[in-house]
């Protein structure tokens, strides 16, 4: 019978923990471990200590020990750089396991009260988060009282189990399929402009017009986002003069109302401002577009082992549902 490499190395961590951790707490026990998960996710013992809290001697310390009861070198040490040796990527993936169960655990055993409560922490892209999610936060706190938010709402895309964070709300493709996605809402982009601009300016009916208007484009984390336009040969890029460049979903909506210039919004951001008449869509026969993939949308993401914890369940139920009102009064508003 042959035995795989990977189950022999399972028996051998299992022993050597057995052996290491004989008449020890369960609190030591964890405390060395999580000292060298943090090493080895941030590369770095000052950036683990300062994750853990702790002093970066207190976290060296834990590693040596560790280590030493093992009697297996983990990390490779230099004064550049740290990196896990073989058998620490190994001994990594079967004690972050481990931590995600444990922290679950905890997390299942503290919030499972007869009302949800616990720090619920949520990121999302920063116009979606501002536009859309901060009304449906305060009616979601006002529903749920005892659970505490804590929102981050960045372009830059997280790491939901590295930074701990239970929802997170992102555009594009599907962008991790180790999580569970549920996709809330349509994310393509649509030509607008204030009436009064339309009025001076005109509206184009063709790119040969559109590229005589000033656009105001949105600047992600890569840089601002062109415009695209499909002819004979495939993509075509717009060239059109511009008239502003930011990623303040504020400033940038705020220019469109007053008639700075063309802008490309998606749909859930428009929608508000196409109901109050401030702004309208620009109807062309082949519009632009920000991207050509056909899965574009917004995901809801999160952690499928989290789910169980009542603030995420609720919370995830919340919010698929508020979104699916909005989306429901978009598609009513296209038509």
């Known amino acids: 019978m042959r035995i795989s490499f990977a189950k022999i190395a399972k028996i051998f961590f299992a022993l050597q923990m057995f052996q290491h951790y004989r008449g020890k707490t369960a609190l030591d026990q964890f405390k060395a471990i ?12 000052s950036k683990a200590a300062e994750r853990l809290r702790l002093p970066v001697s207190s976290v060296s310390r834990q590693v040596t020990a560790l280590e030493s009861q093992l009697k297996a070198e983990l990390l490779f040490r230099t004064t550049r750089q740290i990196r896990l040796t073989e058998v620490g990527q190994l001994y990594l993936s079967q004690c972050q396991d481990i931590s995600e169960r444990l922290t679950n655990a905890q997390a299942l055993v503290n919030s499972y009260q007869s009302e949800p409560s616990g720090t ?19 009616e979601f706190q006002q529903q749920y009282p005892q659970i505490l938010i804590d929102a981050e709402f960045s372009d830059q895309v997280q790491d939901l189990t590295l930074k701990g964070i239970d929802l997170c709300f992102r555009g594009g493709p599907l962008p991790d399929k180790r999580l569970i996605a549920y996709k809330v809402m349509e994310n393509q982009f649509y030509l607008c402009a204030s009436p009064d ?7 184009p009916k063709n790119l040969e017009d559109l590229e005589q208007h000033k656009a105001i ?9 062109p415009w695209w336009i499909a002819d004979d040969q495939g993509h075509r890029r717009c060239q059109l ?13 705020n220019s469109i109302v007053a008639g700075k210039g063309l802008c490309m919004l998606p749909m859930w951001a428009m929608y508000p401002y196409l109901e109050a008449g401030s702004l309208v869509q620009v109807e062309m026969e082949n519009p632009p577009r920000i991207s050509f993939e056909e899965s574009v949308g917004i995901y809801l993401l999160y952690q499928q082992t989290r789910y169980q914890i009542p603030k995420v369940r609720c919370a995830v139920d919340f919010f698929r549902q508020k979104l699916a009102q909005l989306e429901k009064g978009h598609d009513l508003g296209k038509s």
């Open 34 to 45: 999580e000292c060298f998960i943090a090493v080895a996710e941030t590369g770095s013992f």
């Open 197 to 203: 601009y339309l009025q001076q300016y005109g509206q």
């Open 120 to 138: 619920l922490t949520i990121s999302a892209m920063t116009s979606f988060g501002e536009l859309v999610l901060t009304p449906l936060i305060e």
């Open 217 to 225: 484009y949105y600047r992600a984390p890569i840089g601002r986002m």
């Open 241 to 253: 003069d511009t008239a502003l460049i930011t990623n303040s979903t504020s400033l940038l909506i």
